[in-house]
């Protein structure tokens, strides 16, 4: 019982301190509630999130904004076609003079706690290939050796969804490494005339930090210890099996689907209910929570088949659909 309750102080005092960092963010990055929520649900999980969206909706901006609200030390790259993966990773140089020499090993940008992968579908296979390694182990190894990066360490990554002339689609094992995609949309009128008046002036809001990396390594041992109700937990099993057209529970996807999400994808929805259930106050998630994060969660682990874009169907509308008839909710778009 002890236990319990000095969980649930865990919890509310997190509560509280999201709020604050929340507050933070959306001085700099207006009216993208929902944007900002799903970007700290992916750092409070421990995952890394793809943000696509149109130029100029904000995306750097908001990945700035967060690594000076959540203590962490930034850094920024811009892919492009001629970047070289020691570009990103770093790469050893012989230095010293004629009687001792010795191979140094110069840090790439890669050594932080939150990358912004700023369009990263343009640069080659080979150069993002050497993120694999980093988002999923959290290491890289460069002439044999291992080495460690930040801790934490995040990839905030962004693709434009309309300009793929000169870019190189992400594989799908990489995608599956993103706990989130997170959809930039347009602002609406009243948002983008605050955006006007908030930026065009003589001075900007400025955002001020409200964690430190201890605070989210522990905040993401929190998060790993909320309770989730067994109805939570089928409704996440019933979801993702039936996205899935080779089985049982998908068949009626056989036609429209090539392939549906792998069990990354279940734990993902695992831990982004919690997440999003503390951002909102509560101490447990709910089945509306696996609803309202279906698409973040499973868009870009699942590909429409040939006939599925000739009927002109999305994979929003499937993962819509199959929410509905399975979880009785209609998915949040």
């Known amino acids: 019982m002890a236990d319990t309750a000095a969980l649930v102080a865990e919890i509310e005092a997190l509560g509280a301190t999201l709020g604050e960092a929340k507050a933070s963010i959306n001085?700099?990055?207006?009216?993208?509630?929902?944007?900002?929520?799903?970007?700290?649900?992916?750092?409070?999980?421990g995952g890394h999130a793809l943000l696509v969206g149109l130029p100029g909706l904000g995306k750097t901006r908001l990945v700035d904004t967060l690594g000076t609200v959540m203590g962490l030390k930034a850094n920024r790259i811009q892919f492009t076609p001629d970047l070289m993966p020691a570009d990103i990773l770093g790469s050893e140089v012989l230095d010293g003079d004629a009687t001792a020499r010795a191979f140094r090993f110069i840090e790439g940008p890669i050594f932080c706690q939150l990358l912004m992968a700023d369009e990263i579908n343009r640069a080659s296979p080979r150069t993002q290939s050497a993120l694999l390694q980093a988002m999923q182990e959290k290491e890289v190894t460069i002439a044999g050796q291992h080495r460690p990066l930040g801790k934490p360490f995040h990839v905030l990554a962004t693709q434009n969804p309309i300009e793929q002339e000169g870019t190189y689609p992400l594989p799908e094992a990489q995608l599956d490494r993103f706990l989130v995609q997170v959809d930039v949309e347009y602002p609406t009128r009243a948002t983008e005339r605050d955006i006007l008046i908030a930026t065009t002036g003589a001075e900007e809001a400025e955002a001020h930090q409200v964690f430190t990396a201890e605070g989210l390594i522990k905040a993401q041992g929190v998060i790993r210890r909320m309770p989730v109700g067994d109805q939570v937990v089928e409704a996440i099993l019933d979801l993702v099996r039936a996205c899935r057209p080779g089985e049982a529970e998908g068949r009626d996807l056989a036609d429209s689907l090539s392939w549906g999400p792998g069990p990354r994808a279940a734990?993902?929805?695992?831990?982004?209910?919690?997440?999003?259930?503390?951002?909102?106050?509560?101490?447990?998630?709910?089945?509306?929570?696996?609803?309202?994060?279906?698409?973040a969660v499973l868009v870009h682990r699942m590909a429409l088949s040939f006939a599925a874009r000739a009927r002109g169907e999305t994979l929003s509308g499937i993962i819509s659909r199959v929410t509905g008839r399975v979880l009785g909710l209609e998915a949040a778009a």
Request: charged content about 25%; some cysteine; hydrophobic content about 55%.
């Open 27 to 45: 001085r700099r990055f207006i009216g993208q509630e929902k944007v900002v929520d799903l970007v700290l649900a992916s750092m409070l999980c």
């Open 267 to 295: 734990q993902a929805l695992m831990l982004t209910v919690r997440a999003r259930a503390l951002l909102d106050g509560r101490l447990a998630p709910s089945i509306s929570d696996v609803a309202d994060l279906a698409q």
